[in-house]
């Protein structure tokens, strides 16, 4: 049953590095880097094509604003209207963070114990998945009637999207076992907290990083999503409020800040995941 | 020979049996097998693939239970690890998220004794690895992973080192090279070596004993002496006695093979 009794072999680990797809941030490391100022004046030159094309375009075929606003109105809107959104933007994040928190610290917690256990996690993993594919922002009405208008019903939601995805990617991180590292320290006389504190949790942390990635963009979603059925406050209350106000330049703003939010966690975890665990790479 | 009957063995393997609890029912891995190795001796352990040679050393370092039989170390019995005896894997078995100082580290973190820094970077100089501890396992040739590995295991003064196909995996003349590093070690430290191969040569390169054993379910098939003066030269390996009775050893495991794959058996297999 346990390791002691397996007939001893070694599991090349080769291939297990390249499994893992998108999750591999391929998005950013894919990318070779920047390597000389013609490449940089070239990414310049199109963003400035992209977004001077769109501003002479609406202009050229006189779109109404309410329909796209030109992506002049919509930085002038970021700045003027900044200090109003602000607040909201400060709303989504502690949604975000401590919803986020929980889903994480509870995912990682379960991932780590449940595959300690092969029984436990065929009994438990079937739930994980339905959390994992019921979209949560539907059980966020039913939260409201519960919890009222406040920050509770979206941290719930955000916990309820996030720990989820972290768990199933922590804890595929944490199945990764090679047996002979594990008999390694076992050699050592390495107790089994010793085994899982060095060997097998350094082992999970690429997978912990993917999690807690795809986790947070799955909470930042989940929380806007949250904000936007009901609550006067956060960032998605400011897309339906505008939205209905028919204030166009203001729900751009919204929607950028929302993405550049986004990218960040994103660029967050890639660097976090590329300082501790890039060993795999 | 006397003397040494005498003399209490530094390590003791007492009618060791092993069966493995499969799905496709119980597999007799090793069968009653005997060995004795002497304080600062070194045994090779030879054998077809998939003869239990790798059971028996998991059980000699207390990795393993056995099914029956014991292991003794300096007359006590083997029950779990131990830090008399230090292991050498099948490649290198480094940590790849640790640098080469973390990972000669490792077993003082597990132990939660402090590392002798002295006698480690005496290790690291001699198999040339000084100067190398910031770099990580994927930096380093197979050959500087598989040395790093071995002061891994001597760093903390084992005075049994136990060796799974330690140089399995690399090249031919990187394995000779490791060779020669462990008979100098060996000539330094006299650390008692237990060492699985699948080379002949390099058994009896370095042992003072090889041990034959039969295909599964393992068993002691033979005990052959290598009288040969050390350091073994080339002089010394190309001689007509070594020649000899590496083809003695050969046709021992080479001859109790061929009963294992019937002549129909093969060709139906190449046909499929």
Redesign the interface.
């Known amino acids: 049953m346990s390791e002691t009794d397996a007939i001893p072999e070694f599991k090349k680990s080769a291939g297990a590095a390249s499994e893992v797809g998108i999750t591999n941030m391929s998005a950013l490391t894919s990318g070779p880097g920047i390597k000389s100022m013609g490449e940089v004046l070239a990414i310049v030159l199109v963003a400035v094509v992209i977004i001077g094309g769109t501003e002479l375009l609406l202009n050229l075929f006189a779109v109404p604003q309410y329909v796209l606003p030109k992506p002049s109105e919509i930085a002038v809107a970021l700045f003027t209207d900044f200090p109003f959104i602000a607040p909201h933007l400060g709303h989504t994040l502690v949604e975000l963070f401590v919803g986020f928190g929980i889903g994480a610290v509870v995912g990682l917690i379960l991932a780590a114990v449940i595959t300690q256990f092969p029984f436990a996690e065929k009994i438990i993993t079937p739930y994980i998945l339905l959390l994992v594919t019921t979209p949560m922002l539907a059980l966020v009405p039913l939260l409201i009637l519960r919890f009222g208008f406040g920050y509770e019903p979206r941290i719930i939601a955000v916990a309820l999207a996030s720990g989820p995805m972290v768990m199933i990617n922590a804890a595929t991180g944490f199945r990764r076992v090679d047996r002979g590292k594990i008999a390694l320290a076992r050699s050592y006389g390495a107790s089994t907290l010793q085994i899982f504190w060095k060997v097998r949790a350094p082992m999970a942390l690429p997978m912990i990083f993917v999690g807690l990635m795809v986790g947070s963009i799955f909470g930042l979603l989940t929380a806007v999503g949250a904000e936007m059925v009901g609550g006067g406050f956060g960032l998605g209350n400011r897309l339906t409020s505008y939205s209905s106000m028919i204030q166009m330049p203001q729900f751009f703003a919204v929607v950028l800040i929302l993405s550049i939010l986004g990218i960040l966690i994103y660029v967050l975890f890639f660097l976090l995941g590329k300082k501790y665990a890039s060993w795999e790479a | 020979m006397t003397a040494q009957e005498l003399k209490q063995p530094k390590l003791r393997v007492k009618g060791a049996t092993k069966v493995?609890?499969?799905r496709s029912g119980d597999?007799l891995?090793i069968d009653r097998c005997s060995l004795d190795v002497m304080e600062g001796e070194i045994v090779a352990i030879v054998g077809p693939s998939g003869c239990g040679k790798?059971?028996l050393l998991?059980s000699m370092?207390g990795?393993?239970?056995l099914t029956s039989g014991e292991v003794l170390l300096d007359g006590k019995p083997v029950t779990?690890?131990?830090?008399e005896?230090?292991?050498v894997?099948?490649?290198a078995?480094l940590?790849?998220?640790r640098d080469l100082d973390a990972n000669i580290n490792?077993?003082f973190?597990?132990?939660g004794t402090k590392p002798d820094r002295v006698w480690i970077d005496e290790l690291l100089s001699r198999v040339g690895l000084e100067g190398f501890g910031g770099r990580?396992?994927?930096e380093l040739s197979g050959g500087m992973q598989q040395r790093a590995a071995l002061v891994r295991a001597l760093s903390y003064k084992p005075s049994v080192l136990l060796m799974d196909e330690p140089f399995g995996a690399l090249d031919a003349f990187t394995r000779e090279e490791m060779n020669r590093l462990v008979e100098e070690i060996w000539l330094d430290t006299k650390t008692t070596i237990v060492l699985i191969t699948h080379s002949i040569d390099e058994a009896i390169f370095l042992s003072d004993r090889v041990v034959v054993m039969s295909p599964r379910p393992g068993r002691v098939a033979n005990i052959h002496e290598v009288p040969f003066a050390r350091p073994r030269s080339l002089e010394i390996m190309s001689t007509k006695e070594v020649f000899d009775l590496t083809n003695i050893i050969k046709a021992e495991i080479v001859g109790t093979q061929q009963s294992r794959f019937p002549r129909d058996a093969v060709q139906s297999a190449a046909v499929a």
């Open positions: 493995y609890n499969t597999l891995a790798t059971t998991w370092s990795l393993h239970g779990g690890p131990n830090p005896i230090g292991m894997f099948q490649e078995n940590l790849p998220w490792f077993p973190e597990i132990k990580f396992p994927r």
